[in-house]
């Protein structure tokens, strides 16, 4: 059955608080979102195991550098257009019939220009024919995302998590098919690319064909709204081309100066603190179009609903990090082998990094539910800089440790520098408590498998029986300590049950 714009989220009853219809739509699409999440999670991880043992570190390595140089270019095709987008839209979805068409159009256009300068510029700066092919392949793919960029912002602004987690499903599906096929088949990481951009255009059929059905109404495409577009959206791409270098330029710096290999140790952690990073650009993608229209309606709702995801993105990464830390050398060894030792003094301090990873993801979009995107784009900026300094400074001395360090070093203080714009009233106030007991049961369970890990039984470095018995052990402790320290309440526990047993009985009523 069809289903019409105005039947897909429903506005809340008059007589239900603001801040729990808030809450409970975005437990309906953060409860969408992490299944198909915690399904990828397992699949990518597996994926990405075969991918780095089929091709070495040397091509994988080369992988990660095509990426990573036409990742920078790719953000000057949005510009800053598709988060500018999801934030107009899900304040008024009206706006869907005229940036929806624009938004798409504009791209295509500028991906058409970087289809031609990127592949050019490889080449000019002395990349191996391989190298160039796989640019101008990944380039061309820019046109797939083109389409795919905005119809996804259109689904999320109409809060359907559900839809494109979905299809986030079945593109990852085409991608590790149709990528282990082409690898089985000398391929290599060209590959790759091909079958990663063949997920892409299946996912934005999808998407297109879901917008369709629903009923957006009639686009309309006007060039004379284009400057109008750009103005709005340059914060936002301000911030876009900041956060890219600060993502990617470590590994297109350390393609020209270290070796293939070299950025292939690199990238092996960095892909690992990636697929955990999921689940907290999950948590956000399900907050910030509720966040969105709840602020606009009721400003007093957005602290509460801020407090509890950064808590709960806290109690899932900080033992993560110290587990990982503790851990590191055990994990490397036994998922890639000693070819990669060198990635584990690299995973070690990445790990670091994702107390800040995880929490960025909530804050941004924070500063964007609050207007302050100009002020972000700002801070986004010197951060940019800061941290492309600190790789040319620590990447020619010490290698990928170096690039490790400047990734921890340019993280932590975006963190700070958010943290104090948005105000710490908005975030947690007076709460710092109850996150130092999350931090000392995450402290407690690494203490203990530090101690278990010297167990004989448990000492094998590529024994994966005694890697996973090691992570149950920790995994248990963590949870008794969390709730013996009262890390999280009993009405947090309660309200999470109800949760549960509601979407249950609605599951069953369906």
């Known amino acids: ?137 990944a380039s061309a793919g820019l046109i797939l995302y083109a389409f795919q960029g905005p119809l996804g912002s259109a689904l999320t602004a109409f809060e359907r998590l559900d839809y494109l987690s979905t299809f986030t499903l079945v593109n990852q599906l085409i991608f590790w098919g149709l990528g282990a096929v082409f690898l089985i088949n000398g391929l290599g990481f060209i590959g790759l690319i091909v079958a990663s951009l063949t997920g892409v255009a299946a996912m934005a059929f999808l998407a297109g064909w879901t917008l369709f059905k629903m009923g957006v109404g009639r686009l309309v495409l006007s060039v004379r709204r284009w400057p109008q577009l750009f103005l709005a959206a340059l914060p936002f791409g301000v911030s876009g081309i900041a956060n890219v270098f600060v993502q990617r330029f470590d590994t297109v710096l350390m393609s020209f100066v270290l070796t293939d290999a070299a950025v292939g140790w690199y990238n092996v952690p960095w892909t690992l603190i990636n697929m955990v990073l999921l689940i907290a650009q999950s948590i956000a993608i399900a907050i910030y179009p509720s966040m969105v229209r709840n602020h606009a309606e009721d400003p007093g709702s957005l602290p509460q609903v801020v407090w509890r995801s950064i808590k709960y993105l806290l109690i899932v990464c900080l033992p993560i990090a ?67 300094a600190l790789n040319l400074i620590l990447v020619p001395t010490l290698g990928i440790l170096g690039a490790a360090l400047a990734l921890l070093g340019g993280r932590t203080l975006r963190l700070v520098q958010l943290w104090k714009l948005i105000g ?87």
């Open 1 to 137: 059955m069809t289903r019409q714009p105005t039947q897909t989220v429903c506005s809340p009853p008059a007589s239900v608080p603001p801040q729990r219809s808030l809450i409970a739509v975005v437990a309906r699409n953060a409860a969408s979102v992490l299944v198909v999440q915690a399904v990828l999670k397992v699949l990518a991880f597996l994926f990405n195991i075969y991918v780095v043992r089929r091709l070495g570190a040397a091509h994988f390595g080369q992988y990660s550098a095509v990426m990573a140089y036409v990742a920078i270019f790719a953000i000057f095709t949005d510009w800053g257009m598709s988060p500018y987008a999801v934030r107009e839209m899900a304040e008024d979805r009206a706006q869907i019939s005229w940036l929806l068409p624009n938004v798409v159009v504009i791209r295509v256009v500028l991906s058409l220009l970087i289809t031609v300068v990127a592949p050019l510029s490889a080449l000019w700066l002395g990349k191996g024919d391989t190298m160039v092919l796989g640019i101008l392949i």
């Open 322 to 388: 110290v587990g990982g830390t503790v851990l590191a050398d055990r994990i490397i060894i036994t998922l890639y082998e000693e070819t990669f030792v060198n990635s584990i003094p690299v995973l070690q301090v990445m790990l670091w990094a994702l107390p800040s990873l995880f929490l960025l993801e909530l804050l941004g979009r924070v500063g964007v539910t609050l207007h302050l995107e100009r002020l972000t784009a700002r801070i986004n900026v010197i951060n940019a800089l800061l941290t492309v």
């Open 424 to 510: 710490n009233d908005r975030l947690v106030g007076q709460r710092w408590g109850s996150l130092l007991r999350v931090a000392s049961a995450a402290g407690m369970m690494g203490a203990l498998v530090l101690l278990l890990r010297q167990v004989p039984s448990f000492g094998i470095a590529d024994s994966r029986t005694g890697l996973l018995a090691l992570i149950g052990c920790g995994a248990i402790v963590y949870v008794v300590a969390l709730l013996a320290l009262g890390g999280v309440e009993r009405r947090e526990m309660a309200f999470l049950r109800n949760m549960m047993q509601e979407r249950l009985a609605r599951g069953g009523a369906k």
